[in-house]
């Protein structure tokens, strides 16, 4: 019984880090998503998130990656017109695990048609997460959108609680 004690007292001391691993192919190195991407899907267990007049309402359209940290080339549409902005994630000693205003997981990846990344965060003492995904082409496969929506499920976000940005003004016309 104490052996069960300590394992769960070891998980929630790990807080939101012990539910995220990365991508789990050995020969995986964050190198590989460095490029053009195309956002595809949103998820949060906070519906004010998901409205298109959020903070966090942004289109994710490059990501680079460097020694220190992670690029995230964004645009996020403020009074109708496309504002292009650099988010700058600094790794962490964990692999796949960044650090923005909070924590940055990668997670889900095929480097050659998708990542997902999960966000942690505390917002008004409630713990939100915030789950994207991004592809390489302008829309996903039924087999990526599963995953996400299974990834999604398994971090407390209910399929009520995803919004498909593909048919959203996503700026691309802003993309370089």
């Given at each position: 019984?104490?052996v069960?004690?300590?394992a769960?007292?070891l998980t ?22 460095n ?12 519906p ?12 994710i ?13 964004v ?22 695990q ?19 990344f ?10 939100t ?9 302008p829309?996903a ?10 990834y ?10 995803i919004?498909?940005l ?11």
């Open positions: 019984m104490n069960l004690r300590l769960l007292v929630l001391l790990g807080g939101p880090q012990a539910l995220h691993m990365g991508p789990q192919d050995p020969n995986f190195t964050e190198n590989l998503v490029g053009n991407w195309f956002s595809i899907a949103r998820a949060s267990n906070e004010k998130l998901l409205r298109t007049d959020s903070d966090t309402m942004f289109f359209h490059k990501t680079h990656v460097t020694f220190k940290a992670m690029q995230f080339h645009h996020r549409r403020v009074k109708g017109r496309c504002i292009p902005i650099v988010l700058m994630a600094s790794k962490t000693r964990r692999k796949f960044y650090v923005l205003k909070h924590a940055v997981f990668m997670e889900k990846a095929d480097p050659h048609r998708f990542v997902t999960c966000v942690h965060n505390r917002r008004h003492r409630k713990k997460v915030m789950v994207d995904l991004l592809s390489r082409t829309t496969g039924w087999d990526i959108l599963h995953t996400f929506k299974s999604c499920r398994s971090h407390g976000t209910g399929l009520t609680d919004i498909s593909t048919q959203t003004d996503r700026c691309l016309l802003a993309r370089p």
